[in-house]
C-alpha cells in the first residue's frame, strides 16, 4: 500500500479509504521516461501561452491565503478566504457563486464557483482544489495555514482561472474551491451530487491541485528537482495521458502515474463516473507539515507550482476536443492588463521566496527538508529576542549630533513598545484591546562592535549634506554616509536629516542588499527630547519603521490611491481605506464592512505618535515568523 | 489640473494641492503628482515600507477629470478638481 495512503488510514480512518492487498504483478506508481511521453517540444503557440502565468501572482494570493490563521471549513478564516477568492476572481471578469454545503459534526461550509457570465453550453473541463486548511492536533481553532495543503491548490485555480481569461479560452471551463475536504471530501461529494453549474456528462475531465508547491525530494541522492504525481483512474486515463504528455512537452517536470485514486476531491468525481485526475507533487508522502501550523510559506517553492501549473494549463489549452478553447487567440491574446490590485501584495515574503528562486543556495543554506521544518515550527515558537542596535548619527549642524541621552530614550520607548509596558496602552478603545499583542522583543545599544571591540552602539559623523534622500546614501561611507554594521548581527539605525518631509524609511526582511538593511528616521522624528519635534517626538517612528523591518506592513495597505479591498496580510486588523493622520477618535469608520472602524491606534497607521499605541496579536505572529525565516541570527548572542 | 505639480502630505484620501509653502513632516513623507501635457503622469508616493516610489503612466481625459493607467498595472484611478485648488485621486472599480 503506498505510504499516502497507509497514513491517510492511520490519520483518518476515512470513509473514501480502503485497504486492499496489492498482486506482486501490479503497478501502483508508474514512473515515466521523460523520452516516451516527448512530443517534440509542444505546440510553440501552446509554450507562449504558458509564459503567461506568473509566479508572483501566485505567491501573493498564496500569502494572503495563508493569512487568515486557520481556513478551517468552518470558521472566519476560511469564510474570508471565499470572500477574498470571490474577490479575485471577480476582478478576473468571472461570475461567482457560492454552494452552501454541510460539514457533519462541524457545521456549514461554502463551495466556490466561478465561471465566465454568458456561457450557456455545459462547462467540459473543471479546474479545482480544496480551500480549506486544518490542523489536526490543535483542532478547528488553531493555527493552520495550509500553505502548500491546499493553499497552492487554491492560489493556482485563481491563477489558472486569470490566464485562461486573459487569453479568451476559459469560455467552456468551470472552476471550484471547496469547503469540507479536509473532514471527508464533503465539498466536492455534495458538489457532485448537486450538479451545481455543470452537467455530469457532458464534463471531460476534472483537474484538481491539491498540494502543488513543496520539494520533497530534497533530501534524495540523485532525485530530480520537481516531480508530480498524476493520480487518476481506468475512467480518467485519457487525460492522465494527456497531462503526462504535457508535463513531457512543456515543463521540466518528473513524471510519476498512479490509477489508485484517494485522499482528495478527485475521488468524488471518479466515484461519480466522472473523468477526474490528481495533480500533486512529488513525493508528497514526505511533505509532514501538512495538517499542522508547519504548513507555512517557507517550504513552497513557487517554481514548483509554476511547473504543474503549465502541465495544467497545456493540457487544458491543447485539449482537441475542447471547442471553446480557441489555441490561436489564446496563443496570440494579449493578455487583460491588471486592474487594481485587490489586495495588498506581500513584498516581504514574495521577496523571499524569490529569492529562493533565483539563488538556490539560499534553500540549501537551510539545509535539509528536515532542517526547513525545524524553521518553520520556529516561526510559532519564537526565540527570545535582545536585539542589539548600533545607532548612526549624521550631522551636519551641530545641533543635529544628538545627545546619548536622546538615543537612549529612543530604546527605551522601543522596549516599552515591543514588550507592551507602554504607559499609554490603556488608551487603546475598548473593541481593539483583546487583539492587542506583545511581540516581546527587546532592544540594546549594542556593547561590543563588529571586530569584538566595546562600544556605546552609537556612532557619529559630520556630513556636507542638507537633506538626504531616500536612495540609501547614508548607509554607504563611499557614498558619503556610514557603512552599515553586520545586519545579521545588528539592527542599523542611521539618524539624518530626510529631504521631502520624510519621517523615516525601512527595507523589508529580505527586501534589499544585505549592506542597506535597516531603517532610516530623520532627525525630528527620533527619540524623545533634544531635537525630537512635535507630534512625531515620543520616538514612534522608530517602533513603526522597525515594523516594516520585522515585516508588517501599513494596516491600511499599499495602494497609491484608497480603497478597501487591500489587506496587510494578517487577520485581525480592520481593512481600512487610507491612512489616518493626527489624533482621531473612535470610532473611525472607513470601509463599510469592518464594524469597529479603522484600528488608527496601530503603530503601522500613520497617524501623530501620540495616537499610536498597539500592534496586534497577529502582526505579533508575522513578525515573529519573519525574524524566524529572514533573521535567525539577529538578537540571539547576548555577548553583541 | 494638466502641466501642474500637485502636492500632499503622504496618504491616499487627502486631496492634493498646488499650493506653494512648506509641507509638514509625514511618516511617508510629501507625494507629488505631475499630469504632463503629452498625457504622460509621474506620481511619486510612499511606498510599503515608507521609501517613496515613482509611480509613471499614462493619463487620458474622462467627463469630470483625468483617468491615469499606471505603465506596471498598479494603479487605475481617476484624478478629480473638487475645488480650484484640491486634486482627490480615486481609483477606479474593477470591470466585472
Known amino acids: ?640 | 489640473m494638466i502641466g501642474r505639480t500637485w502636492r500632499r502630505p503622504s496618504g491616499g484620501a487627502r486631496p492634493f494641492t498646488s499650493a506653494a509653502g512648506p509641507m509638514t513632516l509625514s511618516r511617508g513623507g510629501t507625494e507629488t503628482l505631475s499630469l504632463q501635457p503629452d498625457g504622460r503622469f509621474v506620481m511619486r508616493a510612499a511606498g510599503p515600507d515608507d521609501r517613496p516610489r515613482d509611480i509613471v503612466g499614462s493619463w487620458r481625459a474622462v467627463d469630470d477629470g483625468a483617468e491615469l493607467q499606471s505603465d506596471d498595472g498598479s494603479l487605475r484611478a481617476v484624478a478629480r478638481l473638487t475645488a480650484e485648488d484640491q486634486l482627490f485621486v480615486t481609483p477606479v472599480e474593477p470591470k466585472k
Open chain 1, 1 to 640: 500500500m503506498p505510504a499516502r495512503q497507509l497514513a491517510a488510514v492511520a490519520r483518518h480512518a476515512a470513509p473514501c479509504f480502503r485497504i486492499e492487498e496489492v498482486s506482486g504483478d501490479r503497478t501502483v506508481y508508474e514512473h515515466r521516461e521523460r523520452a516516451a511521453d516527448a512530443a517534440a517540444g509542444g505546440d510553440p503557440r501552446i509554450a507562449s501561452a504558458l509564459a503567461s502565468i506568473s509566479a508572483s501572482r501566485l505567491v501573493q494570493h498564496l500569502t494572503t491565503l495563508t493569512g487568515f490563521g486557520t481556513r478551517f471549513s468552518t470558521s472566519d478564516g476560511f469564510r474570508r478566504a471565499i470572500e477574498f477568492c470571490s474577490g479575485v476572481l471577480g476582478s478576473s471578469g468571472y461570475q461567482v457563486t457560492q454552494q452552501a454545503i454541510t460539514v457533519p459534526g462541524h457545521g456549514m461550509s461554502a463551495n466556490l464557483i466561478a465561471r465566465l457570465p454568458g456561457s450557456s453550453a455545459p462547462p467540459r473541463l473543471l479546474v479545482t482544489a480544496h480551500l480549506d486548511s486544518i490542523n489536526l492536533a490543535g483542532g478547528p481553532a488553531a493555527l493552520a495555514p495550509g500553505a502548500d495543503d491546499d493553499g497552492t491548490g487554491s492560489a493556482g485555480v485563481l491563477e489558472m482561472a486569470h490566464v485562461l481569461a486573459s487569453l479568451g479560452a476559459a469560455a467552456d471551463v468551470l472552476f471550484v474551491l471547496f469547503g469540507g475536504e479536509e473532514q471527508g471530501l464533503f465539498g466536492s461529494k455534495q458538489f457532485v451530487a448537486a450538479g451545481q453549474g455543470f452537467s455530469p456528462g457532458a464534463v471531460a475531465g476534472v483537474v484538481n491541485m491539491d498540494m502543488i508547491g513543496s520539494d520533497n525530494t530534497l533530501d534524495t541522492p540523485g532525485a530530480p528537482q520537481f516531480g508530480v504525481l498524476i493520480e487518476g483512474a481506468e475512467i480518467s486515463r485519457t487525460l492522465v495521458e494527456k497531462l503526462s504528455a504535457s508535463a513531457a512537452a512543456y515543463t521540466s517536470l518528473d513524471v510519476t502515474v498512479s490509477f489508485d485514486p484517494h485522499d482528495s476531491d478527485h475521488f468524488s468525481f471518479i466515484e461519480a463516473g466522472i473523468p477526474a485526475v490528481l495533480t500533486i507533487e512529488g513525493e508528497d508522502a514526505a511533505n509532514h507539515a501538512i495538517h499542522s501550523a508547519n504548513d507555512t510559506m517557507d517550504r513552497v517553492k513557487p517554481a514548483l507550482a509554476v511547473e504543474i501549473l503549465k502541465m495544467n494549463l497545456a493540457t487544458i489549452l491543447g485539449w482537441n476536443a475542447q471547442p471553446g478553447i480557441r489555441l490561436s487567440q489564446a496563443a496570440t491574446a494579449k493578455p487583460k492588463e491588471k486592474l487594481m490590485p485587490t489586495h495588498r501584495q506581500c513584498a516581504t515574503v514574495l521577496v523571499y521566496l524569490m529569492n529562493l528562486e533565483k539563488h538556490p543556495s539560499l534553500r540549501l543554506r537551510q539545509g535539509s527538508a528536515r532542517q526547513r521544518l525545524a524553521m518553520s515550527a520556529s516561526s510559532i515558537v519564537p526565540k527570545p529576542r535582545n536585539i542589539p542596535v548600533v545607532v548612526h548619527i549624521l550631522f551636519k549642524d551641530d545641533a543635529d549630533n544628538i545627545s546619548d541621552a536622546q538615543v537612549h530614550s529612543q530604546i527605551d520607548v522601543l522596549n516599552k513598545d515591543y514588550n507592551m509596558t507602554n504607559a499609554d496602552l490603556g488608551a487603546v478603545p475598548a473593541a481593539f484591546k483583546p487583539l492587542i499583542g506583545n511581540p516581546q522583543i527587546t532592544f540594546h545599544l549594542a556593547k561590543v562592535d563588529q571586530t569584538g571591540a566595546p562600544t556605546s552602539g552609537i556612532t557619529r559623523k559630520k556630513v556636507s549634506v542638507n537633506a538626504w534622500g531616500a536612495d540609501d546614501k547614508m548607509k554607504s561611507t563611499t557614498a558619503g554616509g556610514v557603512d552599515a554594521w553586520d545586519p545579521n548581527r545588528y539592527l542599523n539605525v542611521w539618524v539624518c536629516r530626510l529631504g521631502d518631509n520624510l519621517l523615516g524609511y525601512a527595507q523589508f526582511p529580505d527586501g534589499g542588499p544585505l549592506e542597506t538593511d535597516g531603517v532610516v528616521i530623520t532627525t525630528p522624528g527620533f527619540g524623545v527630547g533634544g531635537t525630537a519635534a512635535s507630534p512625531f517626538d515620543l520616538g514612534r517612528t522608530a517602533t513603526h519603521e522597525i515594523g516594516h523591518y520585522l515585516g508588517l506592513f501599513h494596516v491600511f495597505g499599499n495602494s497609491a490611491v484608497p480603497n478597501c479591498t487591500d489587506s496587510d496580510e494578517v487577520s485581525d486588523t480592520p481593512n481600512q481605506l487610507g491612512p489616518n493622520f493626527g489624533r482621531p477618535s473612535f470610532p473611525t469608520m472607513s470601509c463599510p464592512s469592518e464594524p469597529n472602524g479603522d484600528m488608527f491606534c496601530n503603530y503601522m497607521d500613520y497617524v501623530d505618535d501620540v495616537a499610536m499605541m498597539m500592534f496586534s496579536k497577529q502582526q505579533v505572529s508575522r513578525m515573529q515568523a519573519s525574524m524566524a525565516v529572514s533573521r535567525p541570527n539577529l538578537g540571539v548572542d547576548p555577548s553583541v
